[in-house]
């Protein structure tokens, strides 16, 4: 993998404080097991850019830091997103794009959906299962319901902007 240019780690530092601002200004609904993080819809940007992977994963340090969940939260969850975002820029590669950006938000749903759920739901005393599907419903909210336009909207924008 190449270094990151000036201009990516510019952008890595301008996803984190969105994915923050977004996260905290939105905090009642982005923790618990009934939640929308809206600053998730940010987790496809990795399709669109390398960048996205350091940015997402230091923004979601910081949300997490704030949400009272506990260490697990603030550990665990980082690490999802980062495993997250590396997998979403790998489907980027995918030939046949229309297919490619559909399946982008995939990882982080389903890491988040089983990943977080397995320190979430012992924390709050529920069901495992049923915290996998309240998670996956959200996520599935702000990938695909946010993400998946953001892709569209961004996609061109972003990757001339990193190649200037």
Not at 82 to 101: E, F, N, Q, Y
Request: proline share 5%; hydrophobic share 60%.
């Amino acid at each position: 993998m190449t270094k990151f240019t000036l201009k990516e780690i510019a952008l890595a530092g301008l996803i984190a404080a969105l994915y923050t601002v977004l996260g905290l200004a939105f905090l009642p609904i982005s923790i618990y097991i009934w939640q929308v993080r809206v600053a998730e819809a940010l987790t496809v940007l990795p399709f669109v850019t390398r960048a996205a992977i350091p940015g997402l994963f230091v923004g979601c340090l910081a949300v997490n830091a704030f949400g009272g969940m506990g260490w697990q939260d603030i550990v665990f969850g980082p690490l999802i997103t980062l495993v997250a975002a590396i997998l979403t820029h790998r489907a980027s590669g995918i030939s046949h794009r229309t297919t490619a950006v559909a399946l982008a938000p995939l990882p982080p749903v389903l890491l988040n959906a089983f990943g977080v759920s397995l320190y979430l739901a012992p924390i709050l005393g529920m069901n495992y299962w049923f915290a996998v599907q309240m998670i996956a419903l959200g996520q599935a909210v702000a990938c695909y319901v946010l993400g998946i336009p953001l892709i569209l909207l961004l996609r061109n924008r972003i990757a001339s902007l990193v190649r200037r």
